[in-house]
């Protein structure tokens, strides 16, 4: 069973417009870290935000929001008044704790393209 | 630009050659993890070691081995190769693997098996 799906594969709008990437997970444990990061055309993994499963405060970075609801096991994120820059995949990851707390790999989801169009 | 470096940007090679592919973690960073990215597999954890130890393992085969040496630099060997290991292999590092830490990424490695 997947850990963390990201269910969008592909998400199209034109410039300007908001956007929601949904990331949904899974884990038992009680102590987690959920990530996003994005690759553009490029192709490296450019960190975005890290959160703690203890913290649900909303976070915002300029255009960039992020949701997460401990509830429903999500955390996703919105880019408000996109541009053609926000082009890329963008994957939402899970740490879980593992050896007495230090950190395991991340578990990726499957990640979201999205196109901007001008 | 995370300050993980890797080398290099390219490989091309043929099926049942051996490769070496290198990464140096951010300064100071004591934790190297390798991930192999693919169209099929997505994006997959490999192995990590920390301040040259083995500390996990993923989904690695038994053909790939790696390690971290004292100067923390580490590299990844795949041997017998086969065509579906082409595939973009990341190297990621972080300061003392805790949790709470974020990976930071090194720009990758594009292998190609013909």
């Known amino acids: 069973a997947q850990k963390v799906t990201q269910a969008q594969t592909e998400i199209s709008v034109v410039e300007k417009e908001d956007v929601t990437l949904d990331c949904v997970y899974e884990t038992r444990d009680t102590t987690y870290y959920l990530f996003w990061y994005k690759q553009p055309p490029s192709g490296e993994l450019v960190f975005l935000i890290r959160?703690?499963?203890?913290?649900?405060q909303n976070e915002i970075s300029g255009r960039y929001s992020w949701n997460f609801q401990k509830s429903t096991s999500s955390f996703n994120f919105t880019i408000t008044a996109s541009q053609v820059v926000d082009s890329a995949v963008y994957f939402c990851a899970l740490s879980e704790a593992k050896y007495g707390g230090s950190q395991g790999n991340l578990i990726f989801g499957k990640g979201t393209k999205l196109s901007v169009k001008p | 630009d995370s300050g993980v470096t890797q080398t290099p940007k390219h490989l091309i090679t043929a099926t049942g050659q051996r490769v070496t592919l290198r990464c140096s973690p951010r300064?100071?960073?004591?934790?190297v993890y390798w991930y192999q990215q693919s169209l099929d597999q997505g994006l997959q954890f490999l192995i990590q070691?920390?301040?040259?130890?083995?500390?996990a393992k993923g989904n690695i085969l038994e053909r790939f081995s790696a390690q971290q040496f004292p100067d923390l630099h580490s590299e990844l060997n795949l041997s017998s190769l086969e065509l579906g290991d082409s595939a973009l292999y990341f190297c990621?590092?972080?300061?003392?693997?805790?949790?709470?830490?974020?990976?930071?990424f090194g720009p990758g490695t594009r292998l190609l098996v013909l």
């Open positions: 070691y920390y301040n040259g130890e083995e500390r």
């Open positions: 959160r703690n499963s203890f913290d649900e």
């Open positions: 300064s100071g960073d004591l934790s």
């Open positions: 990621a590092s972080s300061s003392r693997a805790l949790i709470q830490e974020t990976q930071y």
